[in-house]
């Protein structure tokens, strides 16, 4: 009998003997039921059981299913921004393109020099910018291309050779150097001849070889390079009649100024020979002044030359040292020269040249002292050269003018208190003798504490 059924059985008739015999049919067909709907119950639980974990089952696979697509939309969307990021690079390389032939087009276009190109076999021009079909009087672009090439350049160049050969060879040249720059005679289509600077350039367009050229007309500027030449001509001229002209008379004031001085013409009062001694003075810098502008151009002109012979450097230095004691007594300067240990050998040089180096650095030392300071010379032999240096304790040179120093009428800022008229060449002249000997000149400064200027020449 169920249990269940049992005890209700139980709890109604106190036992299960106190059934009445004519229910018992029934409590048969009540168990059975109970039995039945428990089995029901346990196979519905059973298939329940199945169903849920069917269902939990089912679930987890939705929801690896779920993150699955979850990671494929995000992988799609990558890809997506991904190909919209290329996209737009495309787009923006493409606008950057467009640009940028759209600014060599504006500067083909706008050129003020000629801009043409010239394409094999035949090197004709195949096009050109406004500025060529001007240059050339070309009505428009066919007008310019279809000119044969021999209509645009006279037959012959300037110097000679024809046109024909000598483009080949400019040709063949940018072709082989990639670019070839020359000067050319063109001719527009109205026949009149005019001067260009022309660079031809070797273009290689992804394999496809042409030429371009760039044509600058110079007609003007080069009659304007003609007339500085001729004006510098001029004034090279103008200089050296005057300078050549007042050194005559020049010297013959100081001859006759000496000889008065000699004294072998009569006494003189103290005064007057001081009057005499600044004028024979101021007449002896102009003589100087002069010679330096002589030889600057000489030099400018390429009229110097060297006229060696067989000589001592000290023997020169002696030669100065007279007029640097005298010029030293008279600014009250402590000088002292201190010779070689040993003799120096003999030298081959330019002995005027030299002295005047001697003489330039010497003055210089000299002038840019201060009464009362020092000036010491020293020359000494080093490695197969002789080497001359001159010390003095002047205004020195500012840091950022040494650079300058040896150019022609260069002064330095503070030069003009200690000397005001000074020209500004003879360290430049130095500095060409001492070159033109195979030597160096150079030096050090400290502004306000003194310079020390020094040139070597080489032994042999
Ligand atoms: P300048 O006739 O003016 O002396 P230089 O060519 O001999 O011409 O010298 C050029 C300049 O170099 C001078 O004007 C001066 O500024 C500077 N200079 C040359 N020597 C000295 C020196 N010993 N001390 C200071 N400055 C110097």
């Not at 993150?67 to 991904?82: H, P």
């Not at 000679?160 to 070839?180: F, R, V, Y």
């Not at 600014?331 to 330039?360: H, N, Q, W």
Request: hydrophobic content about 40%; proline content about 4%; some cysteine.
């Amino acid at each position: 009998m169920h249990k269940k059924l049992e005890q209700q059985l139980r709890t109604l008739f106190g036992s299960l003997d106190a059934i009445p015999p004519a229910c018992l049919p029934m409590v048969d067909i009540v168990s059975k039921t109970y039995q039945d709907v428990d089995d029901d119950r346990v196979l519905l639980e059973r298939s329940l059981e199945i169903m849920s974990r069917d269902i939990v089952e089912k679930y987890q696979d939705l929801q690896a299913e779920i993150i699955l697509i979850r990671k494929r939309t995000k992988e799609l969307e990558d890809t997506k921004s991904a190909m919209l990021n290329v996209l737009e690079d495309e787009q923006q390389a493409k606008q950057r393109l467009k640009n940028s032939e759209l600014r060599f087009r504006t500067l083909f276009e706008s050129s003020q020099d000629a801009i043409m190109t010239l394409e094999p076999p035949t090197w004709a021009f195949t096009s050109g910018n406004p500025a060529a079909l001007k240059m050339f009087l070309a009505k428009d672009q066919s007008d310019f291309v279809s000119a044969e090439p021999w209509k645009l350049s006279p037959e012959r160049q300037p110097d000679g050779t024809s046109s024909a050969d000598k483009a080949k060879q400019m040709i063949e040249s940018a072709l082989h150097d990639g670019s070839k720059y020359f000067e050319w005679t063109h001719r527009r289509l109205n026949g009149e001849d005019f001067v260009v600077t022309v660079l031809l350039t070797r273009v290689d367009l992804g394999g496809e070889i042409f030429l371009q050229a760039t044509v600058r007309d110079i007609t003007e500027s080069k009659k304007v390079n003609e007339r500085v030449k001729e004006l510098d001509t001029l004034r090279a001229k103008f200089i050296s009649i005057v300078s050549h002209q007042l050194r005559t008379p020049l010297n013959v004031i100081r001859w006759n100024l000496e000889e008065l001085l000699s004294l072998q013409l009569g006494t003189l009062a103290v005064a007057q020979r001081e009057f005499l001694r600044i004028t024979y003075d101021a007449n002896l810098e102009v003589i100087n002044r002069i010679h330096d502008l002589l030889t600057a151009m000489d030099i400018e002109e390429g009229r110097m030359t060297l006229t060696r012979e067989e000589t001592s450097l000290e023997s020169l230095w002696n030669s100065v040292m007279a007029d640097w004691k005298r010029a030293c007594d008279v600014k009250e300067l402590a000088c002292a020269y201190r010779s070689p240990k040993t003799p120096l050998p003999g030298m081959s040089v330019d002995a005027d040249k030299i002295r005047l180096v001697f003489t330039k650095l010497m003055e210089n030392a000299v002038s840019y002292t201060p009464n009362k300071g020092k000036v010491k010379a020293e020359m000494t032999q080093v490695d197969g050269r002789i080497r001359f240096e001159i010390s003095d304790t002047g205004i020195g040179i500012p840091k950022v003018e040494q650079g300058r120093i040896f150019t022609q009428f260069y002064r330095a800022s503070n030069a003009s208190t200690m000397k005001p008229d000074a020209s500004g060449l003879g360290l430049s002249i130095a500095k060409f003798f001492v070159e033109l000997h195979d030597g160096k000149i150079g030096f050090t400064s400290v502004e306000g504490k003194g310079s020390t200027f020094w040139f070597e020449l080489p032994i042999s």
